[in-house]
C-alpha cells in the first residue's frame, strides 16, 4: 500500500477534502445547465473577489500558458516589453516573449532582493514599453514584490500594460486588481487556491481589454481573448472542453477563501510564514530572501554547513514530507519548503518535525523539537 506523502513543496498544495470531493463528482455534460451556471458563478465570483472590472477567465492549462496568453493578447511583434525579474520565474518571460518577436528588456535583482519601484520608474521613463511583466511570488527565490507600489508608478505610464503573475502567490499574498492599477493576473489552481493541477485563472482589466482591440487578429489561437470573452460571459457557448470537474473544485475553493476573507487568508499566510522562518532559523537554516521582501507562500531556507541536499531532501521524503530543491546557483545549498493554500498547523507540525529529524540525519546536532516548539510559540502570539 503507497504511504501519505504529505505534500510541502510550492504547488501542488495540500487538497482538502471538500474539494477532493467536487473533483469527484459525476461529470456532467459542459452544456448541461447545471454545469453552465456553476461555471457562470464561478467566473463571476472570482472576478469579484479580485475586483476585476474586466473579463475573468478561469481556463484548463497551465500558469505557464496563462503567460502565454497575457502577452499574446497585450503585445505585437516588434513592441518593447519591460521584465522585472526576481529569481528563474521571472525570466521565463524573456523566452516567451523572444519567440512572440518582442524587444526585451530585462531588470534583474539578485536574488534574494527585489527590483525596486524606483528602479521600475527609471527605466520604464526611457521608452514606450507596451507591457511590463512582475512575478509576485517567485518560488525560485521566495521573493514577494511589491505590487501596490508598482501600480502607482504604472499611473504614470499609460500605454504600458502591468501584467502580473500571481502563479505562487494569488490566494495567498492579497491583491486587488483593479485597486493596484493591474491590468492582468494570472494564477494556478495548484498553488494558493488549494487545487488539484489543471486549471489557471486570467483576470483582464479594461486597459489589457482595450488593448487586445488594437492588435486585430493575432498568432495564438487557445489563449486569443476574443475566443473566450463569448465564452465567458455565457458559459452555454462552445469554444473548448472546460475542465469540469476542475471548475467545481475551483468552486469550492472559492467558497473557502469567501468564507476565510481575501485579507484575513493572507494576514494567515504571513504569521505562518514567520513562524516557519523563526522555527528553521533556531535549528540553523538562512531564509535566502532578505527580511524586507519574504513571500508568505513558501520559504527558500539555506542548509547549516555540513548538510548534504540529496540525503537531506530523500531522508524527508522517508519521513512522510516532500520538499523542493532550491534551483539555479542555490541548487545543493538550499532547500524549498511551501506553506500556502489550505494547509493546517499541524501539517506544518509535521514537516518542521521532519525537517529536524533529516537534519540530525545528516549528522547535525538539532535539538529535537525546537523548531516545533519555536513554530508554536510564535503561531499563538
Avoid at 482538502?16 to 467536487?22: D, K, L, N, R, T
Avoid at 458563478?41 to 472570482?46: E, K, Q, T, V
Avoid at 541548487?331 to 509535521?350: P, S, Y
Amino acid at each position: 500500500m503507497n504511504k501519505d506523502v504529505l505534500v510541502m513543496i510550492p504547488g501542488p498544495t495540500p487538497v482538502v477534502e471538500s474539494i477532493c470531493q467536487e473533483m469527484g463528482r459525476t461529470v456532467q455534460a459542459f452544456g448541461d445547465p447545471r454545469f453552465v451556471a456553476d461555471y457562470k458563478s464561478l467566473i463571476d465570483d472570482l472576478g469579484a473577489l479580485y475586483n476585476c472590472s474586466g473579463v475573468t477567465f478561469p481556463l484548463a492549462g497551465t500558469g505557464t500558458l496563462a503567460m502565454e496568453m497575457a502577452i499574446a493578447n497585450t503585445t505585437k511583434r516588434g513592441d518593447n516589453v519591460l521584465i522585472v525579474s526576481n529569481g528563474f520565474f521571472g525570466d521565463r518571460f524573456i523566452d516567451i516573449c523572444q519567440r512572440k518577436g518582442l524587444n526585451v528588456d530585462v531588470l534583474s535583482a539578485e536574488w534574494g532582493t527585489f527590483v525596486t519601484p524606483e528602479e521600475i520608474d527609471r527605466k520604464l521613463s526611457e521608452k514606450d514599453y507596451a507591457a511590463m511583466t512582475v512575478t509576485h511570488v517567485d518560488t525560485s527565490t521566495a521573493v514577494v514584490a511589491p505590487i501596490a507600489e508598482i501600480g502607482e508608478v504604472i499611473k504614470k505610464y499609460p500605454n504600458t500594460v502591468y501584467i502580473l503573475d500571481g502563479v505562487a502567490a494569488t490566494a495567498g499574498e492579497y491583491a486587488d486588481v483593479d485597486g493596484m492599477g493591474i491590468d492582468v493576473m494570472f494564477t494556478a489552481s495548484q498553488k494558493a487556491f488549494g487545487v488539484s493541477p489543471g486549471m489557471f485563472i486570467l483576470w483582464a482589466g479594461q486597459k489589457a481589454l482595450e488593448r487586445r482591440k488594437t492588435l486585430g487578429v493575432i498568432p495564438e489561437y487557445f489563449v486569443d481573448f476574443d475566443k473566450w470573452i463569448p465564452v465567458m460571459e455565457n458559459p452555454a457557448k462552445y469554444f473548448a472542453t472546460p475542465a469540469v470537474n476542475l471548475i467545481w473544485a475551483m468552486k469550492e475553493s472559492v467558497r473557502i477563501i469567501k468564507e476565510e476573507g481575501l485579507k484575513e487568508r493572507a494576514a494567515r499566510h504571513r504569521k505562518n510564514a514567520d513562524a516557519i522562518v523563526k522555527a528553521l532559523e533556531s535549528i540553523g537554516f538562512k531564509p535566502l530572501a532578505n527580511a524586507d521582501c519574504r513571500a508568505s507562500t513558501l520559504t527558500v531556507a539555506i542548509y547549516p554547513e555540513g548538510v548534504d541536499d540529496a540525503k537531506f531532501r530523500s531522508t524527508m521524503y522517508a519521513e512522510g514530507v516532500v520538499c523542493a530543491n532550491a534551483l539555479a546557483a542555490y541548487f545543493g545549498k538550499a532547500f524549498r519548503l511551501g506553506h500556502m493554500g489550505n494547509i493546517t498547523e499541524n501539517q506544518i507540525v509535521v514537516g518542521l518535525s521532519a525537517v529536524e529529524r533529516s537534519l540530525k540525519a545528516c549528522g547535525i546536532d538539532v535539538e529535537m523539537g525546537k523548531a516545533v516548539g519555536v513554530y508554536l510559540s510564535e503561531i499563538r502570539k
